[in-house]
T-cell receptor, first 108, second 114 residues
Framework: QKEVEQNSGPLSVPEGAIASLNCTYSDRGSQSFFWYRQYSGKSPELIMFIYSNGDKEDGRFTAQLNKASQYVSLLIRDSQPSDSATYLCETNNNDMRFGAGTRLTVKP | GAGVSQSPRYKVAKRGQDVALRCDPISGHVSLFWYQQALGQGPEFLTYFQNEAQLDKSGLPSDRFFAERPEGSVSTLKIQRTQQEDSAVYLC????????????FGSGTQLSVL
């Protein structure tokens, strides 16, 4: 089992809708969690991180962490076509291992 | 420089040829990571350095892959006797220190093995 699992999608939502991206992880010792966005042909860039159980909001993005169930989610409200990208989940342990990514398409 | 620099940006190699990919991390960044990303896939961890020490190389797919960071700054990923399945984007990322949180990525080297 990979340390980080994501539904590779693709996920398609209409403009203005909420996009929900999910990630599960296997290491109960994981302390911090990161969401990166990767546009096609570009390198990943950090968009959110979360350490504590619960929700963390930053603009249209909300990260949700549930350590008991070992999952972390990313919600994108009022989705825009510019949000179309692959979203990568990552746990920050000694090494940095990514999930396979979820490809999101926001249709105008 | 201001960011992580990787060279070359593109590399075409004939099968069996050796290649060397360079990563110049952000100055002062202690941790350095190499990833392999196939088309449509997430980055796959290859190896990790803390300063000059290679702490984890469990992701290197075969003994044809070798990475070094002799002075704790610039790193080189070497692939010997390249195979077609080695074709991918090779990403390098650095992080300030072990407790640092954010990875800074280079633009990657796209390797095509013919």
């Amino acid at each position: 089992q990979k340390e980080v699992e994501q539904n590779s999608g693709p996920l398609s939502v209409p403009e203005g809708a909420i996009a929900s991206l999910n990630c599960t992880y296997s290491d109960r010792g994981s302390q911090s969690f990161f969401w990166y966005r990767q546009y096609s042909g570009k390198s990943p860039e950090l968009i959110m991180f979360i350490y504590s159980n619960g929700d963390k909001e930053d603009g249209r993005f909300t990260a949700q962490l549930n350590k008991a169930s070992q999952y972390v989610s990313l919600l994108i409200r009022d989705s825009q076509p510019s949000d179309s990208a692959t979203y990568l989940c990552e746990t920050n342990n000694n090494d940095m291992r990514f999930g396979a990514g979820t490809r999101l398409t926001v249709k105008p | 420089g201001a960011g992580v620099s990787q060279s070359p940006r593109y590399k075409v190699a004939k099968r069996g040829q050796d290649v060397a990919l360079r990563c110049d991390p952000i100055s002062g960044h202690v941790s350095l990571f190499w990833y392999q990303q196939a088309l449509g896939q997430g980055p796959e961890f290859l190896t990790y350095f803390q300063n000059e020490a290679q702490l984890d190389k469990s992701g290197l797919p075969s003994d044809r892959f070798f990475a070094e960071r002799p002075e704790g700054s610039v790193s080189t990923l070497k692939i010997q006797r390249t195979q077609q399945e080695d074709s991918a984007v090779y990403l390098c990322a650095s992080r300030l220190d072990r407790a640092g949180k954010k990875l800074f990525f280079g633009s990657g080297t796209q390797l095509s093995v013919l």
